[in-house]
């Protein structure tokens, strides 16, 4: 599924065929639609989950150490972090790891999380 061509990507190259080029209408409407699409993926405006969820991220961040600690752990340093489940922690501490703010380190089944360097 790496593959999967965007709407965009999907109009520009029906806009690069030959017959489809020669044709003003059509290249006028390829052009509207895709002016239609990043409009719209320019208008979008972060959740209320969303905005609560950077602000927990901050609290985890400001709770971690370089040490490594475990979810229950890290909610056991924080009052704002004790009263949400380990599922929200653990979930809120993947997106952390994926853009790298924390390193994850599996120490005997055991997920340890850092702050990165």
Not at 20 to 29: K, R
Not at 35 to 63: F, P
Request: aromatic share 2%; no cysteine.
């Amino acid at each position: 599924m790496a593959n999967k061509m965007t709407k965009v990507q999907m109009f520009n190259a029906i806009k690069a065929l030959v017959e489809v080029s020669a044709n003003a209408d059509m290249v006028a409407f390829i052009d509207h639609e895709i002016e239609l699409l990043n409009r719209k993926s320019s208008n979008k405006k972060a959740t209320k989950t969303q905005v609560e969820n950077e602000g927990i991220k901050a609290e985890i961040l400001s709770v971690l150490t370089n040490e490594g600690a475990t979810v229950t752990d890290i909610q056991s340093k924080s009052v704002v972090l004790g009263d949400l489940s380990n599922q929200r922690v653990s979930a809120l501490l993947r997106q952390l790891v994926e853009s790298g703010a924390v390193v994850k380190t599996v120490d005997k089944k055991r997920a340890l999380f850092s702050v990165a360097e």
